[in-house]
T-cell receptor, first 114, second 112 residues
């Protein structure tokens, strides 16, 4: 069981470039979400999905796009990278909505935008 | 929005000491998670609890719903326990998936 797999682990982008952070889980979880972690702040929700074909915005969605075409995959797209998007990104999944179910996190993607 | 406060922010202790990390939140919740993050590493779920107490090895987590407070205890601490410990809460919002609200974390260092 691989759990939640994020790629890449590290990425450097130039301002204005676009890229996709990949997230895949093999646990047949319905709920998947993306968070960013910045120094001195708690993790913040970017986007989430409660199942294939369904996505919604979290606390800090601007500059990011997501899609959920399959249960397994939940990619996060940066449309035009900005230095403010320099952060560590975590993908998470759980069996259902989080209540009373364990959350599983990926290893993180450290993104630097120059 | 739920405010999640953790204390202390930083904690350095000697190997073998009993460790307590606290988490307080402002609004009623459906569950609380304790997570562990090692430097440069991913995030691992330690506990999820909605009432009472849970124990796993040397780790104990308690929650007091009335007081909106949870504690994570580590008995017989060891240098490998050095990590950031994060408290996160979830609220039932009638089908709305708000995800988790996180505290800023407690950076724990256990010295040999």
């Amino acid at each position: 069981n691989a759990g939640v797999t994020q790629t890449p682990k590290f990425q450097v982008l130039k301002t204005g470039q676009s890229m996709t952070l990949q997230c895949a889980q093999d646990m047949n979880h319905e709920y998947m979400s993306w968070y960013r972690q910045d120094p001195g702040m708690g993790l913040r929700l970017i986007h989430y999905s409660v199942g294939a074909g369904i996505t919604d915005q979290g606390e800090v969605p601007n500059g990011y796009n997501v899609s959920r075409s399959t249960t397994e995959d939940f990619p996060l797209r940066l449309l035009s990278a900005a230095p403010s998007q320099t952060s560590v990104y975590f993908c998470a999944s759980s069996y259902g909505l989080f209540w009373n179910t364990e959350a599983f996190f990926g290893q993180g993607t450290r993104l630097t935008v120059v | 929005k739920n405010e999640v406060e953790q204390s202390p922010q930083n904690l350095t202790a000697q190997e073998g000491e009993f460790i307590t990390i606290n988490c307080s939140y402002s609004v009623g919740i459906s569950a609380l998670h304790w997570l562990q993050q090692h430097p440069g590493g991913g995030i691992v779920s330690l506990f999820m609890l909605s009432s009472g107490k849970k124990k796993h090895g040397r780790l104990i987590a308690t929650i007091n719903i009335q007081e909106k407070h949870s504690s994570l205890h580590i008995t017989a601490s060891h240098p490998r326990d050095s990590a950031v410990y994060i408290c996160a809460v979830e609220m039932y919002s009638g089908g709305g998936a708000d995800g988790l609200t996180f505290g800023k974390g407690t950076h724990l260092i256990i010295q040999p």
